[in-house]
């Protein structure tokens, strides 16, 4: 179960950008295993264990700035959409058309989180149902911060009024999560 660095820089990051004076406040509420993570240097390109990189500090985000976790997990999603979208990949957002890049996000997430898989249902022009099978663990946390990087994903490739609707949780189902993600105008 593991979350690639690129990850939990932009957790790190969404902290600094939304909630600069209260960074060292978030730090100082991670036990010691999360804290070591985040007080050296993070590198991109490296595996970390989910929990403590991910699950934990979005866990004590949520305590400290939102009223639930699911949307600490959803808007540290969409900033972390964001980030990769606008620096490693966004050539490759510019040039393909929204059901592509969604089609092709079943590539996109395993390489942020480790094992993972994800395949797209039902791809009906301004429509898209996606299955993810499997997560690095069962989590609700893991689900909705994946619905708002979708969200965001399809706002940086010019989509209006999009929604994405997690319709089946894996955490309560036990199957697979089910996001319908729908947008009125390219």
């Known amino acids: 179960m593991k979350a690639r660095g690129s990850v939990v820089e932009s957790i790190s990051n969404f902290i600094k950008v939304n909630f600069p004076n209260r960074y060292d406040e978030w730090i100082s509420t ?10 050296n240097e993070l590198v991109s390109k490296e595996w970390y264990p989910l929990v403590e990189a991910v699950i934990t500090p979005t866990e004590c985000i949520a305590d400290l700035f939102y009223d639930d976790i699911e949307t600490a997990a959803w808007s540290s999603g969409r900033y972390s959409a964001e980030l990769a979208l606008k620096g490693l990949y966004n050539v490759f957002v510019l040039i393909h058309t929204p059901s592509f890049i969604i ?15 994800m395949n797209v249902v039902e791809n009906e022009g301004r429509s898209i149902t996606v299955h993810v099978t499997e997560l690095p663990m069962t989590n609700k946390l893991l689900e909705h911060r994946i619905g708002g990087w979708m969200e965001r994903a399809m706002e940086i490739c ?29």
């Open 30 to 39: 991670l036990p010691p295993s999360s804290k070591a993570i985040y007080t």
């Open 103 to 117: 089609d092709r996000a079943q590539n996109i997430l395993p390489s942020f989180y480790e094992p993972t898989k």
């Open 158 to 186: 010019g989509c209006k009024s999009v929604s994405v609707q997690i319709t089946r949780s894996m955490e309560k189902d036990g199957y697979y999560a089910e996001y319908k993600v729908k947008w009125l105008q390219e």
